[in-house]
């Protein structure tokens, strides 16, 4: 007898074995080039998305990285810098804002007496409505 078992045909279960690896390593570098090819192809066609989603993956990954102490007190002034900008701007803002309402006459007084005006007209039309359907079905008996 031989080492070799064989199967029906007389191919060596070993060559068999060989054959189908080599398909496979085969069809997975064909499959590896494919996808080289439409990654190339892609980065051609639009480089400004790719540079887009390479920036958010650094994002991504410097956002997990914990921050050291030095990182930390290297921002510390720029932080604080744009915090005390931001809070200008909102107060500016506001400011402003407040402004621009008075110079129109609208003021906190005359704008809770609106208010209040108008669900004082929304309540007494909703009487209104529901005293003439009760006399609708008064008046059909």
Known sequence: MTDKQT???GHSFADTARQRAIEAYDS???GVADAGRKAAGT????PL????G???AGALIAALLPR???ETEALRPTVRRLRKTAKAAIDAARETGSERLNELGITREKGEDTIRSLF???TDAAKISGQ???DVVKNQR
């Open 54 to 56: 390479v920036a958010a």
């Open 68 to 70: 050291t102490k030095v």
């Open 7 to 9: 199967d029906d045909q």
């Open 120 to 122: 004082q007209g929304v």
């Open 49 to 52: 998305i790719a540079l887009a």
């Open 43 to 46: 980065l051609s066609e639009a």
């Open 132 to 134: 003439a359907a009760v």
């Open 28 to 30: 997975a570098r064909d």
